[in-house]
């Protein structure tokens, strides 16, 4: 699943929900508290402390719910967090795959 800065939130959670069958919540910047908004665009809710970005994240089933996060906040500038099916956070060491 590619994703690219130019993608709305909204439209980046539901590719997500398709791809993977979870949620993901997506965060302004590498904040906790502030979510972002569904109507803005991935890289303006890209947080200034980023620094340089690709702007670009390739995200596959074999990887881990960790290295997916991590992946995100190096290479689009923003935290998520990746749910499990009961709309928990997911352990950071299961697959994408095994989520469903």
Known sequence: MKVHGKMLVKNFRKLFL???????????????GS???DGESLS??????????TGEVDLHGNMTVGTAEKAIAEGLGFKVQIQDKTAKNADNDLRLATLR
């Open 18 to 32: 398709d791809e993977f069958g979870v949620a993901i919540n997506v965060h302004n910047g590498f904040s906790t």
């Open 44 to 53: 303006a809710i890209r947080s200034e402390k980023a620094g340089k970005v």
């Open 35 to 37: 979510f972002a908004d």
